[in-house]
């Protein structure tokens, strides 16, 4: 079974608006933590925001908000206020377990294309 | 030089030639990365190195080899490449410890193997 699962391969949003990236994941680990990364055309992959399994409060880094239902095992990224330099890949990754000892591996999602509009 | 950087961007070779491939971190991190990223597939774990020890190899083959001369530099040294793999190679470093282990990647290298 996939651990990251994103099930929106592209995604269209016009400028200013706000855009929700789904992302569910799979874990059997009570420790766990959730990344967002942005990969333009350039091809570096930059960190956005990142939500622990025991974190209280759903993440926010400026624009960037994490949806975060741990129940439901989603963890989608909100966009607000859109922008053109926003189009790029969208990445959803895990890390299982605390971080401490081996526990450092990134499983990743297969990604969402978002295109901002004009 | 600030966060990640990888040299060189791009990188043609042949399926005989000697390549390396290099990565430096200047975030005073403890743990490096290499992964391998094809079209259509998801990010591949490569190796990983924890203060200049590799913990990690996720069955690479041996054509490809890592180096870790200190906790600031990797490398990937290519030889006797395919043409399967052609793809973008990252590095990236973490500060391990608990919390967050947020990975910070650099631009890449696009190797292109005719």
């Known amino acids: 079974a996939q651990k990251i699962t994103q099930t929106q391969p592209g995604m269209f949003v016009q400028e200013k608006e706000a855009v929700t990236l789904d992302c569910t994941y799979d874990t059997s680990d009570p420790s766990y933590g959730l990344f967002w990364y942005k990969q333009p055309s350039s091809g570096e992959m930059i960190f956005l925001i990142y939500q622990g399994s025991y974190d209280q409060q759903n993440a926010t880094e400026g624009r960037y908000s994490l949806n975060f239902q741990k129940a439901r095992k989603s963890a989608n990224l909100v966009i607000s206020a859109s922008q053109l330099g926003d189009s790029a890949m969208y990445f959803c990754?895990?890390?299982?377990?605390?971080?401490?000892?081996?526990?450092?591996?990134?499983?990743f999602g297969k990604g969402t294309l978002l295109t901002v509009n004009p | 030089e600030t966060g990640v950087t990888q040299t060189p961007r791009h990188l043609v070779m042949g399926m005989t030639n000697k390549k390396s491939l290099k990565c430096e971190q200047h975030?005073?991190?403890?743990?490096m990365y290499w992964y391998k990223q094809s079209a259509k597939k998801p990010l591949e774990l490569m190796f990983v190195y924890n203060f200049k020890e590799q913990t990690e190899n996720n069955s690479v083959p041996s054509r490809f080899s890592p180096e870790c001369p200190n906790s600031s530099h990797l490398f990937l040294h290519l030889h006797t490449l395919q043409p399967e793999d052609s793809a973008l190679y990252l590095c990236a470093s973490s500060q391990r410890g608990p919390n967050k282990h947020t990975q910070y990647f650099g631009p890449g290298t696009r190797l292109t193997v005719l």
């Open positions: 990754a895990m890390r299982e377990g605390a971080g401490g000892g081996s526990n450092y591996k990134l499983t």
């Open positions: 975030l005073g991190h403890n743990a």
